[in-house]
Structure formats: structure tokens, C-alpha cells
């Protein structure tokens, strides 16, 4: 805080396409899509004008007892593009309230099936789910979270899948994905008193664009449905195509009892998230109006029509300009340059999946020691970045890239090489 008081923060007055542009006419590309949210970049036709058109008509109405049509539409086209089986929406305003709904749901399940001894989670180390209560205890980051511990609930913890810092000690693929076996024997010896499992498939993205080896996700379904226990996907950060499929349990044909989506939802307009279920979750919580097996938990601000109108306005420009085919050129193009900053004296591991990437820097290569906190480095590179037009924002010392999917393909060669040329910089200044 006593470091920000002494900056001069950049103040971004407008945005075209993936730049920024500050109040003294700056322009910088959006590295990491303002916060992980933007998708087709700024100043989208179909979003501006589905909001516009929105305005005109209503701005608000509640979703309790009444609906409207942008959060009726939308639920039917979330519907048709998530993964077969999920059948409900729920929503909510940001990613953090969609994850304890997730949770809340999932505990309510088992309360209504009959299980009222199921109340407990599995959660991942290096997890991150939101900054609410619910979401910190099914968190992982010791450095967000530990501060809170005497707040939070106890939860089972199973290993990361971060193979370059595998906590198991072991290598992929000759570990056989230990990592997922140790989920799964979490659920063996503790099934009868855990609800759900929460993790966020392939990338633990706020815990350092860690990147799952496949066949991790398709493990821990396994495991769910062996010991009947709920699979609580947090697509928060990996929904709306950044990892090259629109979800990212697709890489694995995966369909988990509960999605939880938002950031990319309105395109990074507006704040809105889901929590989607199947039909069976839905139906436990169906019974007569003095049983009360609703689900007590909404929103003031939930399906709000122009949150919905932007989101609709979203999927449409995903149709429109053929977002993932032609995101697959792009991804290409990223994960060969990113094989490049292996070369780089302080570069540990590159990490990516589709347009989400992460270049670990390291003090030392050989014996992996990361750089002391003190030293910042990551910020040093973000800082360079800013000097060549790149607003990019690090986790620690992980420099994340993490462009709008609509960046033209100049564009993205530029943010990589600006990246690179800071990373050499700063590295070699230290
Ligand atoms: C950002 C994020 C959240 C929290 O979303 P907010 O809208 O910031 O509350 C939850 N889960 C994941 C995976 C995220 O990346």
C-alpha cells in the first residue's frame, strides 16, 4: 500500500480493440484481457449495441418471482454450448458469489438426499476460487489465504497438479498423475462425509498459470463418480474459450455436476456469473412450499437484464467472427514463441493452454530456487512491458499473458516480443 501511495497510477480513459489507452493518449496492448475478463477485445459492435438496445427497454427487474427476457435467453444458449447433462442456471454477479453457490448447492444436495453427513470438500492446494469466505476456504495460496484461516472452513486438501514444483516429488508422465491418485484416496477414506470436490480444470490460473498434465481431470471424475461425491468445476477463469475449447473440461469430454462460470461471460463488460447444474442436482431441491427445500440463497442483482443482454451480445460475437477456429492459429503461434523463452537464463518453466500462459522466472535454473519476494520481479518485467506499449500484470514471480481472444494475430507478436525482450531486461539487470 505505502508503494501505491507513492505512484502515480496509469488511468485508462478508452479501449479499441485489445489496447488501452490512458488519459495522457498512452496506448497499450491489454496483456492479460483487463484482468483475465476482456474476450473479443473493446468496443464490440454486438456487445455495445445488445446493451444499448437493453437500456432503452429496462435496466433492472429482480429475478425473484419474475425473470426477463435477456437471463431467460441466455440460460437457453448456456445451455446449448456447456457440456451434455448440465441442465440449470443459476446467477449470480461475480465469480466468487458463483462459487459459494456452488458449494451451498452442493451441501443442500446431500442434505435433501439424505446424506446430511456429506458436508465437507475437497479442494486443491494452489486453488483459487474468489476472495469470499466460502471460496478462501476451498482456496489454496497461503500468501491470499492464511492471513483469514481462522475464518475459514476445514476442508481436505489434495496436491496441485504444478509438475514443474510436483509436491510428490515425482515426473510426468512415469508418476502415473500421483497427484489425482491422492485426490482419490482422499475420497475413498472420507466419501461418507465429503460433498464435492472444487478444482479448476487444467489451469490453476491466480496460482500461477499452473497447467495440469492431461488426464488429471478425467482421474478425478472417475474418483467422483466411484465414491459419489459432486464435481465442482470453476471455470471462472478457463471459460469462454481461453484454453481453445469454450470450456475446458472439454479437452476431456468431462461433464461435472456443477459449472461455475464468469469473468469472459459479458466478454468483460459487465459483472455476471452462473452456477449450472443437471437435472438431478435441480430436482433434489423440488417439494411441497412447507417442506422449504428451496434453495436459500439469490442476489440482488442477479440475471440482470443488461449483464445478460451483454453476455447474449457476447456468445453472438463468438458466432459472428468464428472466435475458437480462428483462435487456434493464435495458439499455435504462442506456444512455439513461448518455446523460445526457455532459452532465457532466469526462465524456469513456460506453462500454456490455449491463450493462458505462464513463464516462471527463477534465481536459479539448475536448482529451480525462485526469486526472493524483496526482488519483484515480476514486476520489474510488467514494469519494463509498460515501456514498450504491454500492460501486463504478474502472480509473484510468474509473468502471465493472457491476451483477448479477438487480439489480431500483429498484435499478439507484439505483446510476445515486447514480453520476451522485459524478461531479458529485467532478468539481466538484477
Ligand atoms: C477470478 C476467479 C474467481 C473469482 O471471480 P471474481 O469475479 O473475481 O469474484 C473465481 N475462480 C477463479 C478460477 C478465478 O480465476
Redesign the pocket.
Known amino acids: 500500500m505505502r508503494e501505491y501511495e507513492g505512484k502515480d497510477p496509469v488511468v485508462i480513459e478508452r479501449g479499441e480493440g485489445a489496447y488501452l489507452i490512458d488519459s495522457e493518449g498512452r496506448r497499450y496492448i491489454d496483456g492479460v484481457s483487463s484482468l483475465?475478463v476482456n474476450i473479443h477485445g473493446h468496443g464490440v459492435p454486438e456487445i455495445d449495441n445488445a446493451i444499448k438496445k437493453q437500456v432503452d427497454l429496462i435496466s433492472h427487474s429482480t429475478l425473484l418471482g419474475v425473470t426477463n427476457p435477456p437471463a431467460a435467453l441466455l440460460a437457453k444458449e448456456l445451455i446449448d454450448i456447456c457440456p451434455p447433462g448440465l441442465k440449470k442456471v443459476f446467477y449470480s454477479g461475480?465469480?466468487?458469489?458463483a462459487?459459494e453457490v456452488a458449494l451451498k448447492m452442493a451441501f443442500q444436495y446431500w442434505q435433501h438426499k439424505g446424506k446430511p453427513g456429506k458436508t465437507k470438500f475437497v479442494s486443491l492446494r494452489n486453488a483459487?476460487?474468489?476472495?469470499?469466505l466460502g471460496?478462501v476456504s476451498v482456496g489454496g495460496i497461503d500468501l491470499f489465504h492464511s492471513a483469514f484461516k481462522p475464518l475459514l472452513f476445514d476442508t481436505y486438501q489434495a496436491p496441485s497438479y504444478y509438475c514443474y514444483r510436483c509436491e510428490l516429488g515425482k515426473t510426468y508422465p512415469s508418476c502415473e498423475l500421483a497427484c489425482a491418485g491422492e485426490a482419490g484416496n482422499i475420497l475413498e477414506a472420507h466419501h461418507e462425509e465429503i460433498a464435492g470436490v472444487i478444482l479448476?480444470p487444467y489451469v490453476q490460473?491466480?496460482g500461477g498459470m499452473i497447467v495440469s498434465p492431461p488426464g488429471y481431470l478425467g482421474r478425478v471424475r472417475e474418483y467422483c463418480d466411484r465414491y459419489g461425491v459432486l464435481l465442482i468445476l470453476?471455470?471462472?477463469?478457463?471459460g469462454f474459450g481461453r484454453t481453445g475449447r469454450m470450456f475446458a473440461c472439454e479437452h476431456e469430454g468431462v461433464t461435472p455436476d456443477i459449472l461455475?462460470l464468469?469473468?469472459g461471460m459479458t466478454g468483460g463488460y459487465l459483472?455476471l456469473?452462473a452456477t449450472i447444474t443437471t437435472q438431478d442436482v435441480y430436482d433434489a431441491f423440488l417439494g411441497e412450499y412447507e417442506e422449504f427445500k428451496t434453495f436459500f440463497h439469490g442476489h440482488s442483482y442477479a440475471g440482470n437484464p443488461l449483464a445478460c443482454a451483454a453476455s447474449l451480445g457476447n456468445l453472438e460475437a463468438f458466432r459472428k467472427y468464428d472466435t475458437l477456429r480462428n483462435l487456434r492459429e493464435k495458439i499455435d503461434y504462442l506456444e512455439e514463441e513461448l518455446k523460445e523463452f526457455n532459452g532465457l537464463k532466469h526462465v524456469g518453466d513456460v506453462r500454456s493452454k490455449g491463450l493462458m500462459a505462464g513463464i516462471e522466472l527463477v534465481l536459479d535454473k539448475e536448482s529451480r530456487e525462485p526469486y526472493p519476494a524483496g526482488m519483484k520481479m515480476g514486476w520489474r518485467v510488467a514494469e519494463e512491458a509498460m515501456n514498450e506499449e504491454v500492460l501486463i500484470r504478474p502472480l509473484g514471480n510468474v509473468v502471465v499473458l493472457m491476451p483477448p481472444l479477438g487480439i489480431p494475430m500483429e498484435d499478439l507478436k507484439k505483446l510476445v516480443r515486447a514480453t520476451y525482450n522485459s524478461i531479458k531486461r529485467a532478468t539481466e539487470a538484477a
Not at 94 to 97: E, L, M, Q, V
Not at 128 to 132: A, E, I, L, S, V
Not at 234 to 238: I, L, Q, R
Open positions: 483475465w461475480d465469480g466468487a458469489s462459487v483459487y476460487h474468489g476472495d469470499t471460496a479448476e490460473a491466480a470453476d471455470e471462472v477463469a478457463t461455475v464468469g469473468k459483472p456469473s
